[in-house]
């Protein structure tokens, strides 16, 4: 079985700032990795993803995540923080394509000007 | 190319009432899903489907049914509403890499 582990449900931090948000998961197999973001009242859209290969990948509006086999974590992270960035922030991971996804509960960023 | 759509947006039941959550996708994807979303607990798995007229549960089945007769379409039933049943309901499909694309949501409310 698989599980994601969300460290810190809300995190704030300035415009400007680093962003840092955290991802520890558990599976038995290589896993699939993947962040998504939600912003209020919509859907979960995808941020970036690990499969195989290079384990820093970069995503969307400036993020990325470095997959790190021995600790087990994906965290990720962007070097300076915009207002528009605050969102709900959401760890997943699956053993394959076309498997069960299984995400964190989830961490809530706040950017303050 | 539309995504995924989801269909109502809003909904009230009452508790006893029967209701149908309609999803669709026009992306050719073979897996689909339907999740809920409750403060604090992440998404949680329901139904999910491989491939037309196949179906499994997820992590929360209960109090729920769906079927996949197309591709295309996997609605999600409610038999029997309960108030625990309120919540934010999502669909999702599957590309062949892996990552789920998500419709806009069906926020419930159960009475």
């Known amino acids: 079985a698989q599980s994601v582990t969300q460290l810190g449900s809300h995190v704030s931090v300035s415009e400007g700032a680093l962003v840092l948000l955290r991802c520890n998961y558990s599976?038995?197999?290589?896993?699939?990795l993947f962040w998504y973001v939600q912003y209020p009242n919509q859907g979960l859209q995808l941020l970036l993803k690990?499969?195989?290969?290079?384990?820093l990948v970069k995503g969307i509006n400036g993020f990325e995540a470095e997959f790190k086999k021995s600790e087990t974590s994906f965290h990720l992270t962007k070097p300076s923080a915009h207002m528009s960035d605050a969102a709900e922030y959401f760890c997943?991971?699956?053993?394959?394509?076309?498997?069960?996804?299984?995400f964190g509960t989830g961490t809530r960023l706040a950017v303050r000007p | 190319n539309a995504g995924v759509t989801q269909t109502p947006k809003f909904q009230v039941l009452k508790t006893g009432q029967s209701m149908t959550l309609q999803c669709a996708q026009d992306?050719?994807?073979?897996?689909m899903s339907w999740y809920r979303q409750d403060p604090g607990m992440g998404l949680r798995l329901i139904h999910y489907?491989?491939?037309?007229?196949?179906?499994d549960q997820g992590e929360v089945p209960n109090g729920y049914n769906v079927s996949r007769s197309t591709t295309e379409d996997f609605p999600l039933r409610l038999l029997s509403a309960a108030p625990s049943q309120t919540s934010v309901y999502f669909c999702?499909?599957?590309?062949?890499?892996?990552?789920?694309?998500f419709g806009p949501g069906t926020r419930l409310t159960v009475t």
């Open positions: 992306m050719n994807h073979e897996y």
């Open positions: 489907s491989v491939g037309a007229g196949i179906t």
């Open positions: 997943a991971v699956t053993k394959s394509s076309g498997d069960k996804l299984t």
């Open positions: 999702a499909s599957s590309s062949s890499l892996g990552e789920q694309y």
């Open positions: 599976s038995s197999v290589p896993p699939y």
């Open positions: 690990y499969t195989t290969g290079a384990t």
